[in-house]
């Protein structure tokens, strides 16, 4: 908060005296003189602080700084969805110690965390992109690390999710339970639906097979060929689709429901992103990548490479994290399916 003070300075007129003094000759001269006069004090109000005001400031600022900490922390199953929102709960200083010490316990090796994993297969699709053709090998060693590192960063986010139950009472749990809900009700209402202005149902081969002709600029015969490899995918249907996102919300509803309760007990709850593999999408990716070379021209695949290099940027659309347990990470990609 700025405090503006106002300084008020009075500045009264100098005197002036005269003396006059007469020759004989009866002419006459005069001197002036000024003399200072010293300022009044000033009378208006001083703008303060007071210290419980300036306690409370303190706090919402600390507060601010903790959620906004929580923002940055990733995930890859479940768990994230309650270890996050908990960073939002009104906690005492020794609960927001415990919850830091559970988030920083989870990834202490950065070189062995599933986004590493990741972006060692990102490396591998762009090489082979750019080759026009993917290495198997390689990849398939890029699964393996991908389902090692996925496993057992799910496991120790169970561990990290059942700490952070065992430091909340049951009244901060109930109220993590809601915020969450909370959060998936506003989300599913911002989500693009399945279902067209007409009502008729969408048909996502198409909408796919419309951006992948205005990105890559495909020609009338490349449309036929993509549109013939989007029809063999019959994961991106609107029924498959709409199916994978109810049993992944009835995934979540279950932890929520668990959560709350005296006896839960993360490993006991499902909270993997419901895949067949950890490695499912990037498997997935990379077929249909594999299909889009023998189509594309050499400056598009080009683009498809530097398309799929920003998406390795993007970590948190590799893996399931918190958004993408309200609903997302569902739905299609431009290029192919989003690696959920």
């Keep these: 908060m700025n405090v503006h003070r106002v300084l008020w300075v009075v500045m009264l007129p100098f005197a ?8 004989s000759s009866g002419g006459a001269s005069a001197t002036a003189s000024a003399t200072p006069s010293t300022p009044a004090a000033s009378s208006a109000p001083v703008a303060s602080i007071s210290p419980s005001a300036a306690a409370a400031a303190a706090a919402s600022a600390s507060a601010a700084a903790f959620m906004a900490k929580g923002a940055t922390r990733r995930h890859v199953g479940l768990a994230g969805i309650l270890l996050r929102g ?10 927001k110690a415990t919850l830091d010490k559970l988030e920083d316990a989870l990834y202490s090796d950065p070189a062995t965390t599933p986004w590493v994993a990741s972006k060692a297969f990102q490396t591998d699709l762009v090489a082979g992109i750019r ?38 009472d049951a009244t901060q749990r109930q109220a993590l339970v809601d915020q969450v809900r909370t959060r998936r009700a506003a989300r ?36 036929k060929a993509v549109a013939a490899l989007l029809a063999r995918d019959s994961t991106m249907t609107t029924p498959a689709i709409q199916a994978r996102r109810a049993a992944y919300q009835k995934r979540v509803d279950a932890m929520l429901g668990e959560f709350t309760t005296d006896s839960f007990d993360a490993k006991k709850v499902d909270l993997t992103t419901g895949a067949k593999t950890p490695h499912d ?10 299909g889009l070379l023998g189509i594309l021209h050499p400056d598009q695949r080009e683009k498809l490479a530097m398309r ?24 299609e990609e431009p290029m192919g399916p989003r690696m959920r």
């Design 16 to 23: 002036f005296g005269a003396v006059a003094c007469e020759s």
């Design 86 to 95: 908990a960073y939002e709960l009104n906690l005492t200083d020794d609960q």
């Design 131 to 168: 080759a026009a053709k993917l290495d198997n090998t390689k990849l398939q060693l890029d699964y393996a690390a991908i389902d090692k590192a996925v496993a057992a960063a799910q496991g120790r986010e169970a561990e990290a999710l059942n700490g952070l139950h065992a430091a909340l």
């Design 188 to 223: 599913e209402a911002r989500e693009r639906p399945l279902v067209g202005p007409d009502g008729g149902v969408v048909d996502p081969a198409k909408r796919r097979l419309d951006r992948l002709t205005a990105e890559f600029t495909l020609d009338d015969t490349q449309k």
């Design 281 to 290: 999408s990037a498997e997935h990716t990379a077929a249909f990548i594999a």
């Design 308 to 331: 799929t290099e920003r998406v390795s940027n993007r970590p948190s659309r590799n893996f399931e994290d918190v958004d993408s347990a309200f609903g997302g990470g569902l739905d």
